[in-house]
């Protein structure tokens, strides 16, 4: 064995007997002021009462008590706090802070912090790797869990793929991608006065709106397309959207189509879409942040048929590949896209290798190994058991919403495509739904059984929850009903005495 290398740890040996016999540095201060095993034992005792508390739900949300609201007031501090206390306020601050991997968060769209990832996480931290430049193995790593979430999502395995903080900057980075692909002198002189279109539906997420911002193509060259009942981009709108701007003398940049919308869940026609993109020659972007795993799944499948033919796509792998955030991955079908729009030759980036540095495909330079989390996932657990467990957060959707068509006083927005079902409360004598069901959002949050947000659907107000975490139960599901029906109809009966 290379006397160099950091021998395997077994039964947590030679934890603390590295620095003995070594000269203290100034920043000795910076030590624990306890042995490592200690440090680590009370950290490894908070996150197991963490993942056993996230074993099952748990009954409501504890306020933010005296003690946390003291430590939270205090300037900053200059004599140091022993390391086993400061570990034991900060468990109290995360317990009574909304943790999304509880099984009955349903609001936004969640993550889980699936546990191989938060050791992942922990081991990648403590290596502190830097992954702007050639990092060795650390970077085979990234590219490697690049490729297989594009296998898994069905992707053509011959991509580049950036991992990245989340499913904005991944949208961003794929448009500026798409940006330099339309206007390839645009990096060197801004848009000069072109005047340039990016599409999507009305139903977009909110970072393409902020992409084209930031992209310098002006808010007002995003054209938000029709949906049809179910919400999905309508091609005949997209196609004369393009033919108009091309008319005018106006450069399409990118279709942006989402698989799997935030509000509804609803997949655009890709395959349509991508027809009409390759005909008009026109770069296509699939936005997957929340819905691209379901493509794995044979029953969802065919929802996403044409995704292999996308420009670029993107999936936050901590969103349905239950991994803690920040993991998402931007991925493009030809490696040189990316090299284009990013690459650069500043003076304190040594070139003497042949291999690419990621900060020339990359928006970023200090990058961390968001990769490990992913990359150990799938290893560990195999792609097998995480489509099982989509397929199941599907399954409890489809039961969700056929719960829902059983009571009078529920509406379902439709059938869910994938796994967002919003519904509404309706009893009998409310004559201000949307009120109604806004305030029912925060009421059942502040309950605190259940954590669900309330959105709006074309001017109306519906209970919005997301079904992405593999500890819910089907119990933990229809609890939410339960819930909504007994606060609802005391909401209802407390307005109409009121106005009685
Ligand atoms: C479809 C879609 N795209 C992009 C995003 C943005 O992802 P992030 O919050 O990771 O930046 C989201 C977030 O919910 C999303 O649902």
Known sequence: MNPDRTEPLVGGAGLDGAAEGTEAPDGAGLRLDVGREAALARAAAIVRGAWRSFDRFRP??????????????VGLPEAPTPVLDALNDVSRILDESIAQPRPRYFAFIGSSGLEIGVIADLLAASYDLNLAVDAAAATAVEAQAGRWVAA?????????????????????????????????????????????????????????????????LGANSLRSLPVDSRRRMVPEALAE????????????????????????????????IADICS?????????????????????HAPLFVGVSRA?????????????????SVCIVRRPGDLIRTFGHDPHYLPRDRAQQHAVDMTLEYSRPLRALKLWLALRTHGAAAFRAAIAGNLRQAQLFHNEVTRYEDLEAFDEPQLSVVPFRHVPAGVRDLDSHN????????????????????????????SFVNFRSTDTDVLSLIDIARELGARLAHTGTLRRG
């Open 60 to 73: 409501g949300q504890p306020a933010i008590d005296d003690r946390v609201r003291e430590l939270l007031n």
């Open 152 to 216: 898994f999502v069905g992707y053509p395995a011959d991509c580049a793929a950036a991992f990245t903080s989340g499913g904005t900057v991944s949208n961003i980075s794929a448009l500026a991608a798409a940006r330099e692909h339309a206007l390839p002198r645009v990096r060197a002189e801004g848009m000069a006065g072109v005047r340039a279109a990016v599409y999507c539906s009305r139903d977009a997420h909110y970072s393409i709106v902020r992409a084209v911002e930031m992209l310098g």
């Open 241 to 272: 959207a393009i033919d108009a701007d091309l008319r005018a003398g106006i450069v399409p940049v990118a279709v942006v189509a989402t698989a799997g919308t935030t509000l509804t869940g609803a997949v655009d026609p890709i395959d349509t």
């Open 279 to 299: 005909e008009r020659g026109v770069w296509l972007h699939v936005d997957g942040a929340y819905g691209l795993p379901a493509a794995s799944v044979s029953t």
């Open 311 to 327: 420009d670029s796509i993107c999936v936050d792998a901590h969103k349905w590949l239950y991994v803690p955030k920040p993991c």
């Open 438 to 465: 806004r305030r029912l959002a925060l009421l059942i949050q502040k309950d605190g059984r259940a954590w669900v947000a309330s959105a709006v659907i074309d001017g109306r107000v519906y209970l919005r929850p």
